[in-house]
Nanobody, 122 residues
């Protein structure tokens, strides 16, 4: 099992940017697919972005496509989410996730972080 710790959340104005980081420990994530999810108040957790173990394949929810970029640094055992052109509707707790299978990373990843709050003011 992989332990995941998110950081980088905070309060930002609409149109601004934030970069979330996810540091993994317990084992190397170099063979894991990684993803980001978010949960807004009163809503279910939803998929945001995923990246394959090599970083060559990425996938985004339509709501963030063109604004968010997922990346990874296997040497640092870390994954990142660069969020640009933020909107108030992006306000949520953002979670990092990991799974050995890319086919599961967008739906039911095995390992989860505790989340980091992102608040976008209008």
């Amino acid at each position: 099992q992989v332990q995941l710790v998110e950081s980088g959340g905070g309060l930002v104005q609409a149109g601004g940017s934030l970069r979330l980081s996810c540091a993994a420990s317990g084992r190397t994530i170099s063979t894991y697919a990684m993803g980001w999810f978010r949960q807004a108040p009163g809503k279910e957790r939803e998929f945001v972005a995923a990246i394959s173990w090599s970083g060559k394949t990425t996938y985004y929810a339509d709501s963030v496509k063109g604004r968010f970029t997922i990346s990874r640094d296997n040497a640092k055992n870390s994954v990142y989410l660069q969020m640009n052109s933020l909107k108030p509707t992006d306000t949520a707790v953002y979670y990092c996730a990991a799974d050995p299978s890319y086919s599961k990373i967008t739906t039911s990843p095995r390992d989860w972080g505790q989340g980091t709050q992102v608040t976008v003011s209008s």
